[in-house]
């Protein structure tokens, strides 16, 4: 069994969410800074029921960073993991056989604030203890220990996602990613992000300068710190122009397309996106409630307390008003039409699914036509500009590229490494078929969203470190 914990905020309240959690054994812990007197948090009998359900051999669900938040660098851990650790340790310390285990968990957001935005979720190699093997966390102990551990943590679940010291950095390293292995690369999410994690490795070494609470495992690399340094300023600069004129760095590296092209693609673009969208009406006319009964409920709740503190209850109104709203409308739907009720359970739900789908692929052929209409008003000297700069660009991170031990032939080795089990497809037939799958992906690239517009850029570093 799979014991959740939650702030104890949650619980008690005369609520469909808070029933719902309490439901299914979650278990309260309560923070300091939810209590204006400290002395009131006691945690003791949590505690003793999380140690409880360790020892039958429950798994139990644990928040190092103690908060929900939206930051571009992870927050310093808690110490209640490893203390827990302890304790269960020290109750079976005569118990030869007894032996837990952590198994971290890294999740990284393209765009956590945006609708349709990729997650990758990456579990790591458990860490086992016992009592024989790990006498330093036997009581009574030092605390240094339970800091070594909480620190082991830390490295592992950074090393897993993208722990930048400002999103700035963040989108720098994503745009090296995308020169790197382009467009077109088959790479899985998970390729992705370790590429975009290497150079963001390399830049904050870069920016660490010797500081050694900053350096990273990467650190030890015979690269040369001056040239990351300009790349990154260069990289920058030329995203920042990428961004003025509403262009992807995929439309520069290409060879200037001929205005009668461009015209004839805007075209094929406009029609197909029009098309699409009107087809998907009918689907986003039943959306519509979810979306509005979502958005009230969300909407109400954000006045309940600061922003920061709130993401864990956004998400669960999110889901469950969105579940409940969404059934509703098949529902009523199905009662409308009862006579064809057979047919029309399967097809309402149907229908929304493919609409959405064709929703996506309008979005993101209208996001072309503009993208097109752009390159037409830039004109030919500007972007044989920009061509070369990218050209410039290109060479030298593929030498830092390099200098990293990443592949020098992105293109072939993430094709043949990429593999079937992880979403490629292979052949027209399956091509053609995977439109009407669940699982298959509209998204041309790892980093878009369902948006008009192409999403690269993040909050301001208010949160900068």
């Not at 032996?99 to 765009?111: D, E, F, L, N, V």
């Amino acid at each position: 069994m799979l014991r959740l914990t939650a702030k104890s905020t949650q619980f008690g309240k005369k609520t469909f969410t808070s029933w719902l959690i309490e439901s299914a054994g979650t278990i309260p812990i309560q923070r300091r800074k939810d209590f204006e007197n400290a002395n009131e948090v006691d945690n003791s009998d949590v505690m003793l029921q999380l140690m409880q359900a360790l020892e039958v051999g429950d798994a139990v669900c644990l928040f190092p960073e103690g908060m929900s938040r939206y930051h571009p660098t992870i927050a310093p851990f808690k110490t209640g993991v490893a203390r827990l650790i302890s304790d269960v340790l020290s109750r079976n310390r005569n118990n030869p056989d007894f032996k837990i285990s952590i198994s971290t968990c890294s999740i990284t957001y393209m765009h956590r604030q945006h609708f349709r935005s990729d997650v990758l979720v990456t579990f790591h190699e458990p860490m086992i203890f016992t009592p024989k093997d790990n006498p330093e966390l036997l009581k009574p102990i030092e605390y240094t220990a339970i800091r070594s551990l909480t620190a082991q943590m830390h490295q592992q679940i950074s090393h897993g996602t993208l722990d930048s010291p400002s999103w700035g950095l963040i989108r720098t390293s994503k745009l090296a990613a995308r020169i790197y292995a382009p467009l077109g690369t088959h790479m899985s999410l998970g390729d992705h992000v370790r590429v975009v994690r290497t150079y963001l490795d390399a830049f904050k070494t870069v920016r660490a300068d010797g500081d050694a609470s900053q350096s990273t495992p990467e650190d030890d690399r015979n690269i040369d710190k001056a040239l990351i340094s300009q790349l990154e300023s260069d990289l920058k600069a030329y995203q920042d122009q990428l961004a003025k004129w509403g262009l992807k760095d995929d439309r520069i590296r290409r060879e200037v397309l001929p205005r009668r092209t461009v015209i004839y693609r805007m075209t094929i673009r406009l029609t197909w996106a029009s098309c699409l969208f009107v087809i998907s009406i009918p689907g986003l006319l039943l959306w519509l409630p979810v979306y509005a009964t979502t958005y009230y409920a969300v909407h109400n709740f954000k006045k309940t307390g600061p922003i920061f503190d709130t993401y864990d209850e956004i998400a669960q109104y999110k889901l469950v008003y969105g579940l409940m709203s969404g059934i509703a409308v098949w529902g009523l739907g199905v009662l409308i039409t009862l006579p064809f009720a057979l047919v029309t359970s399967i097809l309402i739900p149907a229908l929304m699914w493919m609409s959405l789908r064709w929703m996506e692929d309008a979005v993101s052929s209208f996001r072309s036509f503009t993208a097109l209409l752009r390159l037409f008003w830039i004109g030919k000297p500007v972007l044989k500009q920009m061509y070369e700069q990218r050209r410039e660009l290109h060479g030298r991170v593929m030498d830092m590229a390099i200098s990293l031990d990443l592949p020098a032939n992105p293109e072939e080795y993430f094709a043949a490494v990429g593999g079937k089990q992880k979403g490629r497809v292979r052949g027209l037939w399956e091509s053609k078929a995977k439109y009407f799958s669940i699982r298959r992906r509209r998204k041309r690239d790892w980093n878009e969203t369902l948006r008009l517009y192409d999403k690269v850029d993040y909050p301001e570093d208010d949160y900068e470190i």
